[in-house]
């Protein structure tokens, strides 16, 4: 048995799971130390189930601890940005383009150093060690606690990012240092971004860890535990310590994998309502797909795997104008319960609208006896519209696919969507996160450039497909499980023939023991 | 003389994903470094076309390569001025000018960058009126200015001299050199003089790049409707005439590799159910829109897919179903539209059965 976790902003939900059936849920107020917010609710999930603590093989977290961190520039080191590879790139030094604010609390020391290599492979320069011992002096002098290592096409050699990590390790043995290759993707300034946020988050992540950790000896549960990554896959606590930032917006690929294994369902597309409003996205083998943009963290540019989701005007506090043509896109928000019909307000909501036309009952149900037959079915028809058009957006072909409603909104949704096969209504949707924690697999994945000088495409796809599953194996897939989902592969334009761009990702089962 | 301000380089990073008709890479990174440009050597002259003094040495300059590389291996910011240097010690003359030669996508931003640092004006013109892929397709080489001598340097501080009989061979070699330069490299070329680039360059690109953005821009703080504002914007230059020719959904992208190429189609399914749906060839950039078998616009006319909402471009691997999208059919100034040019640029040159048929008002 496993029980997923996920700590919100708000609250932080558990779910206690056996194979896909979930046993018992429940949520709990997240606090400020988070442990004891953990602790609360996995007390409440084991009572409601009467599972002994000794029966959970593993634990899976899913956190938005450190995104807030950075949106609230709160609890983050200093770092010395250093970076290899000139006289490439010293056009943009480190930080370039960030929000004032943030490069003053991460203290803006950046450093840039001579060495590198090319998109394939080739030494252009070797690393200058000397500058790397000096910069070691530096962050000594300086008191920095921790660092960031980005060298350019890092994810196709990543040499002289491990060998300026053990430069500065002998030197300022305590110093916690991120590597860029093991962090992003091609794109060089956003990958040195995520690094450095990382750095800045090297003394939280252990604080983080190691509360998750004090929290399952508490209660007795001595399972491995993991914690999910944006992709949705899960990554060993060690890990997590070193690259906290992998776990930025991990909660809606896990909401929208918990929707999935609700509804059993590998390809749909998800509708998450909510009070203001409704996210699509859409499902392929069971991940989200990911967004092709540029990912904004706390004002910073990243390429982060998002998942891609389109967000739209349409919730349970919608306010209904034109007789029911015009839903939103303005809500009455969290004052729901305050200024819609049924809760005694005087503003018309979607929600007083499912009331009017007998669907739910929530609140007095008279306050709403008034409003016109017309329009309570020309305010139906326009919230279907709605939700049925933002699917049709989000899907990737005209092929009708089974559409999976979760939220506290969802009951806005009574009727059949034409660009839906089926829509499904899953138990136990508000804590599709923790379930989508509890199910996720471990994963492995490839994002780089290939030069295909004197090798050919066949080849240097199988090696990448190779490299890929290895990955997967190596954090923790069970052999024999892994299976390469997902495959990309863009020549690059403007250079016709030489190199091509392979993204490669594998995922497998967790091997519990 | 106007001089180009902090606003005008964001509005042109957008005006120029809009004149590279899906293509001519992000300007995302060029933005950054022609701001710290400004930043770092003062302001920038902008030159109207017909300003320019006969006997100006102007030269053109821009960058070539993947942009996929340029994300990643970042320029030093030298070497367009090493390619500048190394121009002018092969024809034993001093620049005194920088022309683009092209305004759509991040090479709008490398000739700012130059002039900024190399402390000369920006001519307002380009070669290309747009983006095009390779460095024959030039108003400048249409009319006879020789593409050689070609200054290519890259980030180590190596710098190449390409000198050919014609520009389609000058593009072959200097691509070659572009990948064992590791895949970017950043050239100066086209040498002429005012008196020429009067007579063969596409007048007001610059300004009409930044003019898009800043019309994009104000219709939003406005909330003025994006789409009008830009054909209303487009009537007033030498483009003139910018015309909806398809309005729906995206229903369907298909990309494949083809000699190294990245080429695609991708159909529009019109929200007025009476047309048919609308499909658009791409290589690199869009090349040619057909209902069935009409053509609604044909390269070198411009065919730019905007968001519906906001009217703001959307680049060739942004493309993807479900998106609702206006496509914009821009003509180009008659500079680009004579027999000379279409030989070199027009829809042959693309492999396009179709003859040029430009776009109706």
Redesign the interface.
């Known amino acids: 048995m496993r029980i997923g976790i996920d700590v919100g902003g708000t609250n932080t939900d558990a779910a206690l799971m056996d194979g896909p059936v979930v046993l018992g849920a429940c949520k709990s107020p997240t606090t400020s130390d988070v442990s004891s917010g953990i602790v609360a609710v996995l007390k409440q999930v084991l009572a409601m189930t009467g599972v002994p603590a000794s029966a959970i093989r593993a634990v899976m977290i899913g956190t938005t601890h450190f995104t807030n961190a950075v949106v609230e520039r709160k609890r983050l080191l200093e770092v010395a940005a250093v970076r290899l590879r000139l006289p490439a790139t010293k056009a943009l030094p480190p930080m370039t383009d960030w929000p004032r604010d943030l490069a003053d609390t991460l203290g803006r020391h950046t450093f840039m150093v001579h060495g590198g290599n090319e998109f394939d492979g080739r030494q252009i320069a070797p690393l200058d060690e000397a500058e790397i011992v000096r910069i070691a002096g530096e962050i000594r002098r300086r008191g920095l606690r921790a660092a960031s290592i980005t060298s350019v096409f890092s994810p196709v050699t990543p040499d002289m990012e491990l060998r300026a990590a053990e430069i500065l390790r002998d030197i300022v043995p305590d110093l916690s240092i991120s590597l860029s290759h093991e962090i992003g993707r091609v794109g060089f300034l956003e990958r040195e971004n995520a690094s450095v946020m990382n750095a800045s988050l090297a003394d939280l992540s252990r604080k983080v860890v190691s509360s998750f950790r004090n929290a399952l000896k508490e209660l007795s549960i001595h399972a491995p535990f993991y914690i999910s990554q944006n992709d949705g896959t899960l990554m060993v606590p060690d890990y997590v310590e070193r690259y906290p930032v992998l776990t930025f917006a991990s909660g809606p690929t896990n909401s929208m994998r918990g929707a999935a294994t609700l509804a059993g369902e590998k390809d749909a597309m998800v509708i998450d309502i909510g009070g203001t409003t409704s996210d699509v996205g859409m499902l392929m083998n069971g991940f989200p797909r990911e967004s092709a943009v540029a990912v904004d963290i706390g004002g910073v540019r990243t390429n982060f795997r998002m998942p891609d989701v389109l967000a739209v005007g349409l919730g349970g506090g919608s306010i209904v104008r034109d007789e029911g043509d015009r839903i939103g896109p303005d809500s009455v928000g969290y004052e729901i319960t305050s200024r819609s019909l049924v809760f005694g307000g005087d503003t018309m909501t979607a929600t007083d609208i499912v009331v009017a036309a007998g669907l739910e009952d929530i609140g007095d149900r008279s306050r709403v006896a008034h409003i016109p037959a017309r329009t309570i079915e020309k305010a139906l028809d326009t919230i279907h519209k709605l939700a049925d058009s933002a699917v049709d957006r989000m899907k990737t072909s005209a092929d009708p696919l089974p559409v999976i409603l979760v939220g506290g909104g969802s009951i806005l949704i009574s009727r059949d969507l034409p660009s839906a096969s089926k829509v499904i209504r899953p138990e136990n949707a508000p804590v599709a996160n923790a379930i989508g924690a509890a199910i996720a697999q471990v994963g492995g994945e490839i994002d780089r450039i290939f030069s295909l000088e004197g090798t050919s495409r066949d080849i240097v796809l199988g090696g990448a497909k190779d490299e890929a599953s290895e990955r997967a194996l190596k954090a923790g897939a069970q052999e024999g499980t892994v299976k390469v989902i997902d495959i990309e592969e863009v020549p690059l334009a403007y250079l016709p023939g030489s190199a091509t761009r392979i993204r490669v990702k594998a995922v497998g089962d967790l091997a519990v023991k | 003389m106007a001089y180009i301000t902090n606003q005008d380089i964001e509005d042109l990073s957008v005006g120029a994903a809009l004149l590279g008709t899906g293509?001519g890479g992000d300007p995302y990174?060029g933005k950054?470094?022609a701001r710290?440009?400004l930043e770092k050597y003062g302001q920038v002259d902008l030159l109207p076309l017909d300003k320019v003094p006969d006997g100006m040495n102007l030269v053109a300059c821009g960058a070539?390569?993947?942009?996929?590389?340029l994300?990643?291996?970042?320029?030093?910011?030298?070497e367009i001025g090493l390619a500048l240097r190394t121009y002018e010690r092969r024809t034993g003359r001093k620049v005194d000018a920088i022309i683009p030669f092209e305004a759509g996508g991040i090479n709008s931003m490398m000739p700012i960058m130059l002039a900024a640092e190399a402390r000369l004006p920006v001519i307002d013109a380009d070669g290309m009126g747009r983006a095009f892929?390779q460095l024959e397709m030039e108003t400048f080489n249409v009319y006879g200015v020789p593409a050689s001598p070609v200054a290519l340097a890259d980030?180590?501080?190596n710098a190449v001299i390409v000198e050919t009989k014609d520009a389609a061979k000058a593009e072959f070699l200097a691509?070659g050199v572009?990948?064992r330069m590791?895949?970017q490299s950043y050239l100066v070329n086209y040498g002429m003089d005012g008196a020429t680039a009067r007579r063969v360059s596409v007048p007001g690109t610059m300004s009409l790049a930044i003019g898009i953005g800043r019309t994009l821009r104000e219709a939003a703080a406005g909330h003025r409707d994006p789409l009008d504002a830009l054909i209303s914007f487009f009537r007033t230059t030498h483009y003139e005439t910018a015309r909806v020719i398809a309005s729906g959904?995206v229903?369907?992208v298909s990309r494949r590799?083809q000699?190294?190429?990245?080429v695609g189609v991708v159909t529009i399914e019109p929200f007025d159910a009476s047309r048919r749906p609308v499909t658009i060839q791409i290589q690199?950039e869009n090349l040619i829109a057909e209902e069935d078998d009409k053509v609604l616009a044909i390269v070198p006319d411009l065919i730019c897919v905007l968001e519906a909402d906001t009217a703001m471009p959307i680049t060739t691997?942004?493309l993807?179903?479900?998106?609702?999208v206006n496509v914009l059919g821009i003509k180009v100034p008659p500079i680009m539209r004579t027999p000379e040019a279409l030989d070199v640029f027009g829809p042959a040159a693309f492999g396009l059965k179709k003859p040029y048929a430009p776009l109706e008002a």
Do not use: F, H
């Open positions: 293509g990174i950054l470094m710290a440009a070539m390569g993947a942009p996929t590389i994300i990643e291996k970042m320029p030093s910011g030298d892929p980030e180590q501080g691509r572009t990948i590791g895949g959904k229903v369907d590799e000699n190294g190429w990245s690199n691997e942004r993807r179903y479900g998106q609702r």
